[in-house]
């Protein structure tokens, strides 16, 4: 089973999209997918038409369970998608509570690794979309993953809010005794302007082989897709964004 997550303490960079788009290809070519949501705002969950306030169970519920976690209670908490091989473990709004009610307790950074571990069996990809916060949620998606990656607009500002995402890995890396397999993808990249252009080559300019050599374009499509609450490879299988999406795909699984 392989885990991969998304992160990047900046917000609106493409981390839901990627997710979505990167999960909705995988379960198109058969493999069982897990895409999990831990944002409190749960866009990832309302992406796929749940409803993070009236759910039974959510990955929160998996927090609480902590030590006793069994498989079935993974699966308990998970919702199909119009895809068959494709899930979600939603999140819901109590999960902005979590870092005040158990932050700082010891063990609290694996909960989810431990979680994963139990349905090993019962997927190909699980890929964790984070919330733009440095908070325990964060922590226990970067603690569970294989591999992260790490969404970043091609703009100036963005850039900055990279140095801050880089620096965590850094330090959590040393906590965890783990090196992280980072890819930075340059996402809603713009050809037509310069500033686009100069960013992304400071981008490279900075962190170099770190970066993913494509780029995911600025394409309408993804929007479009979110409004029809289906994965944009789905319904626009041909839209540029796809493209770039599954030539990424290639990238991360080689
Ligand atoms: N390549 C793209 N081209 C055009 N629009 C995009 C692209 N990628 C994402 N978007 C749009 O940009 C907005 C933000 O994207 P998304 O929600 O994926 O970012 P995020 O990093 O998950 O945000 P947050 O930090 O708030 O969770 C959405 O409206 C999405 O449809
Ligand atoms: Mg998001």
Same mark, same amino acid.
């Given at each position: &089973?392989?885990?991969?997550?998304i992160a990047n303490q900046k917000g609106g960079v493409g981390k839901t999209t990627t997710?979505?788009?990167?999960?909705?290809?995988?379960?198109?070519?058969?493999?069982?997918?897990?895409?999990?949501?831990?944002d409190?705002h749960?866009s990832?969950?309302?992406?796929?038409?749940?409803?993070?306030?009236?759910?039974?169970?959510?990955?929160?519920?998996?927090? &609480?369970?902590?030590?006793?976690?069994?498989?079935?209670?993974?699966?308990?908490?998970?919702?199909?998608?119009?895809?068959?091989?494709?899930?979600?473990?939603?999140?819901?709004?109590?999960?902005?509570?979590?870092?005040?009610?158990?932050?700082?307790?010891?063990?609290?950074?694996?909960?989810?690794?431990?979680?994963?571990?139990?349905?090993?069996?019962?997927?190909? !990809?699980?890929?964790?979309d984070c919330p733009p916060v440095l908070g325990?949620?964060m922590?226990?998606?970067?603690?569970?993953?294989?591999?992260v990656v790490v969404p970043v607009q091609t703009e100036f500002l963005a850039l900055k809010g990279l140095d801050r995402m880089i620096h965590t890995l850094?330090?959590?890396?040393?906590?965890?005794?783990?090196?992280?397999?980072t890819?930075i993808v340059p996402t809603m990249?713009?050809?037509?302007?310069?500033?686009?252009?100069?960013s992304?080559? #400071?981008l490279?300019?900075?962190y170099?082989?770190?970066?993913? #050599?494509?780029?995911?374009?600025?394409?309408?499509?993804?929007?479009? =897709?979110?409004?029809?609450?289906?994965? =944009?490879?789905?319904? !626009?299988?041909?839209?540029?964004?796809?493209?770039?999406?599954?030539?990424?795909?290639?990238?991360?699984?080689?």
């Open positions: &089973m392989k885990i991969w997550t997710t979505v788009t990167l999960g909705g290809i995988l379960a198109q070519q058969g493999k069982r997918v897990l895409l999990i949501d831990t409190p749960a990832l969950s309302y992406y796929f038409g749940t409803d993070a306030e009236e759910l039974s169970a959510s990955v929160y519920d998996i927090f &609480m369970s902590q030590s006793e976690i069994s498989a079935d209670a993974v699966l308990d908490c998970l919702c199909s998608t119009k895809l068959d091989s494709l899930f979600i473990l939603p999140a819901s709004m109590a999960l902005a509570t979590l870092d005040r009610q158990m932050g700082m307790q010891s063990g609290m950074g694996l909960i989810l690794k431990k979680a994963l571990f139990t349905v090993n069996d019962e997927f190909d !990809y699980v890929l964790i325990v949620l922590v226990n998606a970067l603690a569970a993953c294989q591999k850094e330090i959590m890396g040393r906590s965890l005794q783990k090196e992280f397999d890819l990249f713009d050809r037509r302007t310069n500033a686009a252009i100069q992304h080559n #400071k490279v300019e900075d170099g082989s770190r970066v993913w #050599k494509g780029v995911i374009p600025v394409d309408t499509r993804f929007r479009d =897709a979110s409004q029809a609450q289906s994965p =944009a490879s789905v319904i !626009y299988p041909r839209a540029r964004g796809v493209y770039a999406y599954n030539k990424l795909l290639a990238e991360l699984d080689g």
